[in-house]
C-alpha cells in the first residue's frame, strides 16, 4: 500500500511541474508575443515546440495532458458560441457555407496532385486531399478574441463555415473509407446521424437547454450557474462525439444555445477564468507537443510544399466563397486566412489514416503540416486585420 501511495505522489508532482512550467512558459510567452505585435496565442504555440520533445524536452505529451488539452479546446468553442450572435450567425450562413464549400474543394485538390507528386498513391492521395480539407478554427477563435474582433460578421461567419466544413469533411471521409472497402463505414448512417445531431441540437437547445438553467440555477450550492453550464457543454461534447460530429462543435452549440437565455453574461463572465486559468494554456501546449524533428531529413521538401499548398488553398478557395457572397476584399482574405488552421480536427483524420494504412511512413510529415498550418494562421489574421484592432482584451 506504501509503495502505490509513493508512487502516485511521485505521478502527482510530476503533474504539478508539468504545470507549473506550462503556465509559466505560456504566461510569459503570451506577453512576449504581444510586445512584439503579434497575437497573445502565436507565442504560446511556439513555446509548445520549445518545451516539448522537438526541442528541450521539459514536457513531453501523455493521455493526462491531451484529456485536459481536450477540456481546454471545448471551453474555449464553449465561450466563443456564448458570444455568437444567434440572429447573425443566421443571416450570414449562405456566405458560411460557401467558405466551406469553398474551402474543401480547392485543398481537396490540391492535396490530391501533392500527395501524387510526391509517389503516394491515388487512394493515400485523396486521403491527403481530404486531411488539408479539415480545418479547426479553436485558434482561429483565440486570435480573434485577442483582438477583440469575435463578434464581427467575418468572425461568425468563419465559425458558420467551419461546422458545414467539419459535417462535409466526415461525410467525405465516411464516403472514401467506405469506396475503399473499409468495415463499418456506411454513408447512409453518417448522414443520418449527423442530421440526428443538428435536429437534437435545435430542440434541446430550444426547450431543454432553459428548462435546465432554470430547474439547476437556484439550487442552494455554490457556483450553481456555471456548474448547470458546464454540464450542457459536456453533454452536447459528448452528443457530438458519440453520433460522429466533432465534440468542438458540440460544445459551440452549447454555448450558443446558453447565449440565447438571461443567464449568458454571467455564464460568460465565470468560464472564461476557469478556463483561461489552466486548460486553454495547456491545449496550446499539447500542439507544440506533437511536433518532432527526427528522421523528416528526406521528407522536408514535400514538409514545406505542402504546407503551402494547405495554406493557399484555404486562403484562396474560402475567401473566393466570402467574396461571391458580398464581403469586401480584404474581410474574405480575412475569413480565408481564419480557416487556414487544421487543428486537432486534421490530427484526428490523420490517426484514422494511420490506422488504414494510408499515411504510413507520412504520418509525422502530415502531423508537422497540420501544426504548420496552426501557427500560420495568426500572424495571417493579424496582417490582415491589424488595422482595425482597438479593443483587444487581455486574455491568458
Wanted: proline letters at 3%; glycine letters at 12%; one cysteine or more.
Amino acid at each position: 500500500m506504501r509503495f502505490f501511495l509513493i508512487l502516485g505522489g511521485g505521478v502527482a508532482m510530476l503533474l504539478f511541474f508539468k504545470l507549473l512550467i506550462i503556465l509559466v512558459s505560456t504566461k510569459l510567452a503570451g506577453d512576449w508575443s504581444v510586445r512584439l505585435g503579434q497575437p497573445a496565442v502565436l507565442g504560446k504555440l511556439i513555446v509548445g515546440i520549445v518545451i516539448g520533445p522537438a526541442l528541450l524536452g521539459w514536457i513531453e505529451n501523455s493521455d493526462l495532458i491531451g484529456e485536459l488539452s481536450q477540456i481546454g479546446v471545448l471551453l474555449l468553442m464553449f465561450i466563443a458560441g456564448l458570444e455568437t450572435d444567434i440572429q447573425e450567425l443566421n443571416r450570414n450562413r449562405n456566405s458560411s457555407l460557401a467558405v466551406a464549400v469553398g474551402g474543401i474543394i480547392l485543398p481537396l485538390l490540391g492535396g490530391y496532385l501533392g500527395g501524387l507528386a510526391f509517389g503516394l498513391d491515388q487512394p493515400q492521395s485523396l486521403f491527403m486531399g481530404l486531411l488539408l480539407s479539415a480545418t479547426s478554427v479553436s485558434i482561429t477563435v483565440q486570435t480573434l478574441k485577442d483582438m477583440g474582433r469575435l463578434d464581427s460578421r467575418e468572425s461568425v461567419t468563419i465559425l458558420g463555415a467551419a461546422v458545414a466544413d467539419d459535417v462535409l469533411v466526415v461525410v467525405l471521409l465516411a464516403f472514401l473509407m467506405s469506396f475503399m472497402g473499409a468495415e463499418d463505414v456506411s454513408l447512409g448512417m453518417v448522414i443520418g446521424k449527423k442530421v440526428l445531431f443538428f435536429a437534437l441540437c435545435i430542440g434541446i437547445g430550444w426547450k431543454l437547454v432553459p428548462w435546465v438553467m432554470r430547474r439547476l440555477a437556484p439550487l442552494r450550492v455554490s457556483e450553481s450557474v456555471i456548474s448547470a453550464a458546464l454540464i450542457l457543454c459536456f453533454f452536447f461534447a459528448y452528443m457530438a462525439e458519440k453520433l460522429g460530429v466533432a465534440a468542438i462543435i458540440g460544445a459551440f452549440a452549447a454555448g450558443v444555445a446558453l447565449s440565447m437565455t438571461p443567464y449568458k453574461h454571467e455564464v460568460e463572465h465565470k468560464v472564461e477564468p476557469i478556463a483561461y486559468a489552466i486548460f486553454v494554456p495547456v491545449f496550446f501546449v499539447s500542439i507544440g507537443l506533437e511536433v518532432s524533428f527526427q528522421g523528416l531529413g528526406d521528407q522536408i521538401l514535400m514538409i514545406v510544399i505542402l504546407t503551402v499548398v494547405a495554406i493557399l488553398t484555404k486562403l484562396i478557395g474560402s475567401g473566393l466563397g466570402a467574396r461571391l457572397t458580398g464581403f469586401s476584399k480584404r474581410s474574405s482574405l480575412g475569413i480565408g486566412a481564419g480557416m487556414v488552421s487544421r487543428g486537432e480536427v486534421a490530427l484526428i483524420i490523420a490517426a484514422i489514416g494511420l490506422e488504414a494504412g494510408l499515411l504510413r511512413e507520412y504520418f509525422t510529415s502530415t502531423v508537422l503540416v497540420v501544426i504548420l498550418t496552426t501557427l500560420v494562421t495568426p500572424p495571417l489574421l493579424k496582417i490582415i486585420f491589424g488595422e482595425k484592432e482597438k479593443t483587444g482584451r487581455k486574455t491568458a
